[in-house]
């Protein structure tokens, strides 16, 4: 069974940095794009980049590029989404999901992580 | 503001059909396939429809999906009150390098 399981809620301050986490189970982590998608509150999804596990190629949607870093570690099956200094517009609800390529549809989602970014 | 255009509600009865509109540009819609995801309240997105009228396995048939030349639709035939949901489109945009972009999604309301 396809699984992917995302690290638990975090709170952090402005200006901290972060990492959260998606581990995939269930099908060969090198072989697909892992995606991560913002969804603020009340808010709609928005795609903010993939990576491919199998050689590290990563790509970002123009609104996040530079302002986050998305890693993989293939040897856990583990993608990651890291920020450097937070803001509380970063407050929001993220989830990482598999990419199938060409049709570029999320297949397998996580469960989310709720990222709260407040002084 | 979303690349793609939904309307942002939507609603019908039980046993109604209802559909959702999704528009796009020549760089998205026009060039790619679309998707559709449902997300149900407080819970991550499902994927409906992909490749425009595919649909996975578990996903009823009363959901079906089409496009033609720069917009797409969702279609809800025989609509029940657990459809009620956020849908979302979204298509691959060939522009900057590529990227997908999403609808800004529909609330649907069974009544």
């Known amino acids: 069974e396809v699984q992917l399981v995302q690290s638990g809620a975090e709170v952090k301050k402005p200006g901290e940095s972060l990492k959260i986490s998606c581990k995939g189970s269930?099908?060969?982590?090198?072989?697909?794009?892992i995606g991560w998608v913002r969804q603020m509150p009340g808010k709609g999804l928005e795609w903010m980049g993939i990576?491919?596990?199998?050689?590290?190629?990563?790509r970002y949607s123009p609104s996040f590029q530079g302002q986050v870093t998305i890693s993989a570690d293939k040897s856990i099956s583990t993608a990651y989404l890291q920020w450097s200094s937070l803001k509380a517009s970063d407050t929001a609800m993220y989830y990482c999901?598999?990419?199938?390529?060409?049709?570029?549809?999320?297949?397998?989602w996580g469960q989310g992580t709720l990222v709260t970014v407040s002084s | 503001q979303s690349v793609l255009t939904q309307p942002p509600s939507a609603s019908g009865t039980p046993g109604q059909r209802v559909t959702i509109s999704c528009s796009g540009s020549?760089?998205?819609?026009?060039?790619?396939?679309v998707n559709w995801y449902q997300q149900l309240p407080g819970t991550a997105p499902k994927l409906l429809i992909y490749?425009?009228?595919q649909r996975p396995s578990g996903v009823p048939d009363r959901f079906s999906g089409s496009k033609s030349g720069t917009s797409a639709s969702l279609a809800i035939s025989g609509l029940q009150s657990e459809d009620e949901a956020d849908y979302y489109c979204?298509?691959?945009?060939?522009?900057?390098?590529?990227?997908?972009?999403f609808g800004g999604g529909t609330k649907l309301t069974v009544l």
């Open positions: 999901a598999r990419h199938v390529f060409g049709d570029w549809h999320f297949d397998y």
């Open positions: 020549s760089s998205n819609i026009g060039s790619n396939t």
């Open positions: 979204a298509a691959w945009d060939d522009s900057l390098n590529g990227h997908v972009v």
């Open positions: 990576i491919y596990p199998g050689d590290s190629d990563t």
């Open positions: 269930g099908y060969s982590f090198t072989s697909y794009w």
């Open positions: 490749s425009n009228n």
